[in-house]
């Protein structure tokens, strides 16, 4: 899968930000912020440094086309990192919880291209690996195209989760690529696996197309 080779360069990106809780209690209010406003390049895609709800803040795109839920302990990557106006943009962000490794890919456009639904799954197929079909999910302002895979690597579990969304009154999509990894013999990951889905869906159903 082309965007599993990004995973090495963002979690060394989000272990250098480092999580720990610090010795120096005059560093206390610093080391109490999220490692998502720890992160100066991700900081800057924040709606604000208040959580949305719970293990979010918003995210929002520099081409001001959208927001989404944003998990507080992801950083986003500089080096996968692209913007061409208001009709593009895609960024990669990962995260690390204990020894399960969390890596997501969005990609939006706001092209007349994005009117064409099958052409845009292929292309996320291809992007992904992916030979199955999708289901549509209909939402307010917007539809899902959805499809979730697993597989195993060398004795390493990955989850991926995929969708293409599509505005419902504009050429605005996001195409989202959700990928949760694990040694196999960690059984507290590989049970999770419906919760991993649970969280890939609801960033999913979070994304709100900005109207121009």
Same mark, same amino acid.
């Given at each position: 899968?082309?965007?599993?080779?990004?995973?090495?360069?963002?979690?060394?990106?989000?272990?250098?930000?480092?999580?720990?809780?610090?010795?120096?209690?005059?560093?206390?209010?610093?080391?109490?912020?999220?490692?998502?406003?720890?992160?100066?390049?991700?900081?800057?895609?924040?709606?604000?440094?208040?959580?949305?709800?719970?293990?979010?803040?918003?995210?929002?795109?520099?081409?001001?086309?959208?927001?989404?839920?944003?998990?507080?302990?992801?950083?986003?990557?500089?080096?996968?990192?692209?913007?061409?106006? +208001? !009709?593009?943009? $895609?960024?990669? #962000?990962?995260?690390?919880?204990? &020894?399960? @490794?969390?890596?997501?890919? /969005?990609?939006? =456009?706001?092209?007349?291209?994005?009117?064409?639904?099958?052409?845009?799954?292929?292309?996320?197929?291809? +992007? !992904?690996?992916? $030979?199955?079909? #999708?289901?549509?999910?209909?939402? &307010?302002? @917007?539809?899902?195209?959805? /499809?979730?895979? =697993?597989?195993?690597?060398?004795?390493?579990?990955?989850?991926?989760?995929?969708?293409?969304?599509?505005?419902?009154?504009?050429?605005?999509?996001?195409?989202?690529?959700?990928?949760?990894?694990? @040694?196999?013999?960690?059984? /507290?990951?590989?049970?999770?696996?419906?919760?991993?889905?649970?969280?890939?869906?609801?960033?999913?159903?979070?994304?709100?197309?900005?109207?121009?």
């Amino acid at each position: 899968m082309k965007s599993l080779m990004k995973v090495g360069i963002i979690f060394s990106l989000f272990m250098n930000v480092g999580c720990g809780i610090s010795k120096n209690p005059d560093e206390r209010i610093v080391q109490e912020r999220t490692a998502a406003e720890k992160d100066h390049f991700t900081k800057g895609y924040l709606f604000s440094s208040k959580e949305t709800e719970d293990g979010y803040h918003l995210f929002k795109s520099k081409t001001g086309g959208y927001t989404m839920l944003f998990p507080v302990d992801a950083i986003i990557s500089k080096e996968f990192n692209e913007q061409r106006e +208001t !009709s593009y943009e $895609t960024i990669v #962000y990962g995260a690390e919880r204990k &020894e399960t @490794k969390i890596m997501a890919d /969005a990609t939006y =456009e706001n092209k007349p291209e994005t009117q064409d639904v099958e052409a845009n799954l292929d292309l996320l197929s291809n +992007t !992904s690996g992916y $030979t199955g079909e #999708y289901e549509e999910l209909k939402e &307010e302002g @917007k539809r899902i195209y959805y /499809a979730s895979e =697993e597989s195993e690597i060398e004795g390493t579990m990955s989850y991926n989760y995929f969708g293409f969304i599509k505005s419902a009154d504009s050429n605005q999509a996001l195409e989202f690529i959700y990928n949760v990894s694990c @040694k196999k013999a960690d059984n /507290a990951c590989q049970s999770a696996e419906a919760e991993h889905e649970k969280t890939a869906l609801k960033i999913m159903k979070s994304v709100t197309f900005n109207r121009g």
